[in-house]
C-alpha cells in the first residue's frame, strides 16, 4: 500500500517568518494530496489540496507544491501568526482504489508570537 | 446541514465489552470512512466504505467491524474491546475519493 513519510515532527517559527512541511508518498499512482489543519482537542480540517495534473496552488499565505517525479509534496505557510499554531498532517489517496486515504504523521507547528 | 456527527463523544470500557461507535452524515456523501489518530502516529484508515453495501478493509481493521446499509450511517463496532484500542476515533465522508474529507467531531474511547 501507499506509505506518506511527514517531516519535520515539530516546528517553531517566529511570527512573520515562513514555514514549510515536507511529505514524501510511494505509491506513483497516487493523484490527490490534501492539506489538514488539526487545532488541540478540534476535528481535522482541510486548509488546501492538490491534484497531480497541477504543480502549485495556492489560497492567500498557503500554498503548495507538486512533485510526481519525485513524488514529493510541500506546504509553505507565509507570514505566520500564532493563530496557525496546529497541527498540519498531508494525505495522498489513489482514486482508482476508493477511498483510502493514507496520512502522514504529522507536524505539530508553534508560531511564537 | 449538520455535517458529520459522532455519537458517544467520550467513551471508557472494560476489556472484553463490545460497543459500537455511531457516524452519520447528511450531505449524500458516498465515501465515508472511519480513523483511529494515536500519539505520534497520525490518522490511520480502519474501514471504508464506498456506498451503501460495499465496504472494505483499511490498514488497521483487525478487532472492528462495519456495514453500511444506507447511504447516511456507517456505524463502527468494538467486538471485544482491548486496551490497545485506547484512541481517538474519527469519521470522515466525502463526494468522492478525490474531494475533500469531512471529519467528525470524534469519539475518545478507553479501554480498561
Known amino acids: 500500500g501507499e506509505n506518506v513519510e511527514q517531516h519535520p515532527s515539530t516546528l517553531s517559527v517566529q511570527e512573520g517568518d515562513s514555514a514549510v512541511i515536507k511529505c514524501t508518498y510511494s505509491?506513483?499512482?497516487?493523484?490527490?494530496f490534501p492539506w489538514y489543519k488539526q487545532e488541540l482537542g478540534k476535528r481535522p480540517q482541510l486548509i488546501i489540496d492538490i491534484r497531480s495534473n497541477v504543480g502549485e496552488k495556492k489560497d492567500q499565505r498557503i500554498a503548495v507544491t507538486l512533485n510526481k517525479t519525485a513524488k514529493h509534496f510541500s506546504l509553505h505557510i507565509t507570514e505566520t501568526q500564532p493563530e496557525d499554531s496546529a497541527v498540519y498532517f498531508c494525505a495522498a489517496s489513489r482514486a482508482l482504489t476508493g477511498n483510502q486515504f493514507y496520512f502522514g504523521t504529522g507536524t505539530s507547528l508553534t508560531v511564537i508570537p | 446541514n449538520a455535517g458529520v456527527t459522532q455519537t458517544p463523544k467520550f467513551q471508557v470500557l472494560k476489556t472484553g465489552q463490545s460497543m459500537t461507535l455511531q457516524c452519520a452524515q447528511d450531505m449524500n456523501h458516498e465515501y465515508m470512512s472511519w480513523y483511529r489518530q494515536d500519539p505520534g502516529m497520525g490518522l490511520r484508515l480502519i474501514h471504508y466504505?464506498?456506498?451503501?453495501?460495499?465496504?472494505d478493509q483499511g490498514e488497521v481493521p483487525n478487532g472492528y467491524n462495519v456495514s453500511r446499509s444506507t447511504t447516511e450511517d456507517f456505524p463502527l463496532r468494538l467486538l471485544s474491546a482491548a486496551p490497545s484500542q485506547t484512541s481517538v476515533y474519527f469519521c470522515a465522508s466525502s463526494y468522492s475519493q478525490r474531494n475533500e474529507q469531512f471529519f467528525g467531531p470524534g469519539t475518545r474511547l478507553t479501554v480498561l
Open positions: 505509491d506513483s499512482a497516487s493523484n490527490y
Open positions: 466504505s464506498v456506498g451503501a453495501g460495499i465496504t
